[in-house]
C-alpha cells in the first residue's frame, strides 16, 4: 500500500522541552488510526509535524512522498484542529464555499455540510453557532474539499456524550468511503470503535502500535473497581496488582488474582462497597501501558 | 506511489473567494464598516461646510481643499485599520493557523485583503466625493477628481505595510489603541485637519517628514493648491515609506513565522 503519511525517527524541541523523542510512524492510505495518549504525550505535535505546520528537530515527516508543506500534498488532505478560530462574520455556507475553493475537487457544498449534520445552520452566522455545532463545521471544513486523508486532533474534545456519539458516526461514515483517518484523542472509546490500529504516545515516544484488541489482549486479568474509605496505598503493597488509581475513594486495580486480592483486602479490614469485578478494557490497556511512566 | 496530476485547485476563483469573504467580514462590522465610510463625510461637515467657500489660495476653495485633506485622512484610515486590526484579530483568535493547513497559499490571504481594504478605500470616496460636491458645492475639473482619486488610492498602499505591520507586531486587544495613538496625531500634525501653522514648533519641526505630509501634499496638489517641493519629491519620499513600511511587516511576519510555524 501507498504511504499517507510518514513520520521518520522524528524529534521536536520547543526550547528545552523535548515533545516528540524521535517518532517513526507510516500510514498507509485506506487506514483509520488513532493516537492515543495523555496530555502533552506528544499526539498534537506528531499532527502538527505530518501537517506541515510545524518543522521536526530532527527526522523527518512526510504527506504522500512530499514535503507537508508541499501545496500538492496538503491538497490532498483535510484537517480539524484544537484551537483555531474561524472568521465569526461569516455564514455557515460562505465559510464552506471558501474552504471548498482551496481544493481541487471539492465536494457539493451541501453535502459537507449534511456530513456534518449542519443543514439547519446553513445560513447562520459563525457567532451564532453552539460549542457543539462549531465543531461540527470544523468538520465540514475539513471534508469539504473531498480529501483523501482526515487529520482530527481531539476533534469530540468539549462534546457532551449523544454529540460525541453521532460525531464518531460521521466520521465512521467518512472513513467508511475509503479515505485514511488519523484522529488523537484521549477518549479511549473513540479510538475502540473507530480504528482499527491505536498507536499509543507517551511522554514522545510510541509505546504501542497495535490493533484495539492486541492492545487490550497486553493487559491479562481482571479490571476490579470498589469504593473504599480507609484504603491507603500501604494497603495495596505486596498484593498481586499491576496498576491502581484512586480518584477520591474510588478504587480501580488490575490484576490476574481478583479472588486472592480481595481475600487480602477484607482480611485487612478495608470497607469496601460498590464491588465490581470485569474483564479489563482498553481504557485499563492504555492505563496499564502509561502508568508505569507517568505515575500520578 | 500517488500521482502528482491531481495537482491543485485554481488560484483564480480562490482568490475570488477569499476576497469576498475577507469583505463581508468587514462590512458585516458597523464598528468598522460606518466608521471607515462615514467618519470623513462627518469630519466634512463639521469643519468643511461652514467655510467652503472661502478661498483659500488663489482659485482654491477651503472646500475643495479640505475635500483633499479628508479624502487622504479616509484612506488612509481604511487601509491601517482594515489590515491592523483584521490582521491581529485573526492571530488572536488562531484562524491563520487553519489557514496554514489548507492548501491556500498565503499571498491569496494577503492578496485578497490588500484588494478588499483597496475597494474600501474606494468606497469612502464614493460616499465623500458626492458629498462635498451637493453639501460642500465642490467644483472640479473632471481631470481634477480624477487625479485626487487615482493618487490618494496609489498613495495609500505604503499604508497597507503599516497596518499589516502593525497587526502583527500588536495583539488583538491593543491593535485598536496603538493605531490610534499612531495615527491620529500624525494625522494633525501633518495638517489633514487644520493648517500646521496653527500647531506648536516643535511639531511643525518634525510634520514634514512624515508620510502622512507627503501623502496630504499629493492631495492637495490634485486640486490645485500650492505645496512645498514637487510633486515627484512626495511621491518619491512616500514610495521610501513604503519600503521601510514593507520591511518592518516582512520581518514582523517572519518573526511570527518563526515561533508559531518551525
Redesign the interface.
Known amino acids: 500500500m501507498p504511504l499517507a503519511a510518514q513520520l521518520i525517527d522524528a524529534t521536536k524541541k520547543y526550547g528545552a522541552v523535548e515533545a516528540l523523542k524521535g517518532v517513526s510512524l507510516n500510514i498507509e492510505l485506506g487506514e483509520v488510526v488513532a493516537m492515543l495518549g495523555p496530555n502533552g504525550a506528544g499526539k498534537t505535535t506528531s499532527i502538527s509535524l505530518l501537517l506541515g505546520l510545524r518543522k521536526p528537530t530532527s527526522g523527518k515527516a512526510q504527506l504522500f512522498g512530499l514535503d507537508p508543506s508541499d501545496l500538492n500534498a496538503r491538497s490532498r488532505v483535510g484537517v480539524m484542529l484544537q484551537e483555531s478560530g474561524i472568521p465569526e462574520m461569516l455564514r455557515v455556507r460562505e465559510i464552506v464555499d471558501l474552504f471548498r475553493s482551496y481544493y481541487p475537487k471539492p465536494m457539493v457544498r451541501d453535502r459537507a455540510i449534511a456530513m456534518a449534520g449542519l443543514e439547519e445552520k446553513a445560513t447562520a452566522l459563525v457567532k451564532q453557532l453552539s460549542g457543539g455545532q462549531r465543531q461540527r463545521l470544523y468538520f465540514a471544513l475539513a471534508v469539504c474539499g473531498d480529501p483523501e486523508v482526515l487529520f482530527l486532533d481531539e476533534p469530540t474534545v468539549g462534546m457532551d456524550v449523544e454529540g460525541r456519539r453521532s460525531f464518531i458516526e460521521r466520521i465512521a461514515e467518512f472513513a467508511d468511503m475509503g479515505r485514511t483517518v488519523v484522529l488523537t484523542t484521549h477518549y479511549l472509546e473513540e479510538a475502540d470503535q473507530l480504528a482499527k490500529r491505536v498507536v499509543v504516545i507517551d511522554r514522545g515516544v510510541v509505546i504501542a502500535d497495535a490493533s484495539p484488541q492486541e492492545i487490550k489482549s497486553k493487559v491479562a486479568g481482571k479490571r476490579v473497581r470498589f469504593t473504599s474509605g480507609n484504603l491507603s496505598d500501604g494497603d495495596l503493597e505486596g498484593l498481586p496488582v499491576t496498576t491502581t488509581t484512586i480518584t477520591d475513594h474510588r478504587v480501580r486495580l488490575l490484576t490476574n488474582q481478583p479472588e486472592s486480592v480481595l481475600r487480602e483486602l477484607f482480611r485487612k479490614g478495608i470497607e469496601i462497597s460498590e464491588l465490581e469485578v470485569s474483564g479489563a478494557d482498553l481504557e485499563d490497556a492504555f492505563i496499564s501501558l502509561t502508568s508505569h511512566k507517568a505515575p500520578e | 506511489?500517488?500521482s502528482?496530476i491531481?495537482?491543485?485547485?485554481p488560484i483564480l476563483?480562490?482568490l475570488?473567494?477569499?476576497t469576498?469573504?475577507e469583505f463581508?467580514?468587514l462590512w458585516?462590522?458597523p464598528a468598522f464598516s460606518i466608521t471607515s465610510l462615514f467618519l470623513p463625510v462627518m469630519f466634512y461637515a463639521f469643519i468643511g461646510i461652514g467655510q467652503s467657500k472661502q478661498q483659500i489660495f488663489p482659485g482654491v476653495s477651503f472646500g475643495a481643499y479640505f475635500l483633499a485633506s479628508m479624502a487622504v485622512y479616509a484612506v488612509a484610515n481604511v487601509m491601517i485599520f482594515s489590515f491592523g486590526i483584521s490582521v491581529a484579530t485573526?492571530r488572536g483568535?488562531?484562524?491563520d493557523?487553519?489557514m496554514?493547513?489548507?492548501?491556500?497559499?498565503p499571498w491569496v490571504y494577503l492578496l485578497s485583503k490588500c484588494i478588499t481594504a483597496l475597494a474600501f478605500a474606494a468606497m469612502t470616496l464614493v460616499v465623500l466625493f458626492p458629498f462635498a460636491y451637493v453639501a460642500g458645492s465642490v467644483r472640479l475639473e473632471p481631470s481634477e477628481w480624477f487625479t485626487l482619486a487615482y493618487r490618494v488610492l496609489l498613495g495609500s498602499i505604503p499604508f497597507i505595510a503599516l497596518g499589516f505591520a502593525i497587526g502583527y507586531l500588536s495583539g488583538p486587544n491593543s491593535a485598536v489603541a496603538v493605531i490610534n495613538l499612531i495615527y491620529l496625531p500624525t494625522a494633525f500634525a501633518s495638517g489633514l485637519f487644520f493648517p500646521k501653522q496653527l500647531l506648536p514648533q516643535f511639531i511643525q519641526n518634525i510634520a514634514p517628514y512624515l508620510p502622512l505630509h507627503f501623502f496630504g501634499q499629493l492631495g492637495w496638489d490634485a486640486i490645485g493648491a500650492p505645496t512645498d517641493g514637487s510633486v515627484t519629491t512626495d511621491w518619491l519620499y512616500l514610495a521610501g515609506y513604503g519600503v521601510l513600511f514593507f520591511a518592518l511587516a516582512l520581518w514582523a511576519y517572519r518573526r511570527e513565522e518563526g515561533r508559531k510555524?518551525?
Not at chain 2, 6 to 9: L, T
Not at chain 2, 100 to 105: D, E, G, K, V
Open positions: 506511489m500517488a502528482a491531481v495537482a491543485r485547485a476563483p480562490m475570488v473567494r477569499q469576498g469573504a463581508l467580514k458585516r462590522v485573526e483568535q488562531k484562524m493557523v487553519l496554514r493547513a489548507t492548501p491556500m497559499p510555524f518551525t
